[in-house]
């Protein structure tokens, strides 16, 4: 049966940017499509027209909290009250064609479905040398969790609101995307990943390769002791 207007309210899409306006009021509205019902947080720290464009096409703009990348998505994560997060990268990277999959995905008792960029092959959207790096931080954090895990810096997931909420995340600095599907593997919560086509994004890229790589080593390779410390319940972690 289709799915009628107003079927996703329980639905939060959440983005932030950084001088997206080229881009943003496209994403929002596609989300929007997608997900009727639904409502959008854009958390901003532009200095351009982002905000203006963000809330013509229907979002929900905050003013981002200082601090960089990780506590402006700790901040779009908390602002939703809805039960079921989505997030997403404000530049046009990720189909909004899957969020129906991911929501349905935790509808249906998954708590994290992610999506997958990176496939058995290159995407041409994606240079060599990232492929291969994610590549490679994608399997550490398989053995690190002892579960599949393909894609650890995805900007498009589905999280129940629940789960966000149960974790004191440690979001300081860079690579927080890994923690977001790492620690929910550790405490053997339902995670899955949904295989998807990446895109070229829209605008420059505001990726530091080098400071990013380093980051995601850093959160990969911690001790267990440290990330239990860090917001993991003893009782939630095996070994």
Not at 138 to 156: F, I, M, P, W, Y
Not at 166 to 183: C, K, S, T
Not at 196 to 222: D, N
């Amino acid at each position: 049966m289709a799915e009628q207007p107003g079927d996703y309210d329980d639905v939060a899409v959440v983005m932030i940017t950084r001088n997206e306006e080229r881009a943003v009021g496209k994403v929002v509205r596609d989300a929007l499509c997608a997900l009727p019902g639904a409502r959008v947080y854009v958390i901003d720290g532009s200095d351009d027209r982002t905000a203006e464009e963000a809330r013509r096409a229907g979002a929900t703009v905050v003013r981002e909290p200082g601090g960089g990348f990780g506590p402006a998505l700790h901040a779009a994560l908390m602002a939703p009250e809805e039960p079921i997060v989505v997030t997403v990268d404000a530049d046009d990277t990720y189909p909004a064609s899957v969020f129906p999959t991911l929501v349905r995905l935790v509808r249906t008792g998954w708590d994290v479905a992610g999506t997958d960029r990176l496939g058995s092959r290159r995407p041409a959207a994606m240079p060599l040398g990232n492929w291969l790096a994610n590549k490679t931080f994608s399997l550490l954090a398989t053995l690190r969790a002892g579960t599949r895990l393909r894609d650890v810096h995805s900007g498009q997931r589905a999280y129940r609101a629940s789960v966000l909420h149960r974790f004191d995340w440690d979001y300081r600095g860079l690579a927080f995307p890994v923690d977001l599907i790492l620690w929910p593997a550790l405490a053997r919560l339902k995670v899955t990943e949904v295989r998807i086509q990446y895109a070229e994004r829209i605008g420059e890229t505001t990726l530091r390769r080098w400071s990013s790589g380093r980051a995601t080593l850093r959160r990969l390779l911690r001790r267990r002791s440290a990330v239990m410390e860090g917001g993991i319940q003893v009782r939630d972690v095996p070994g």
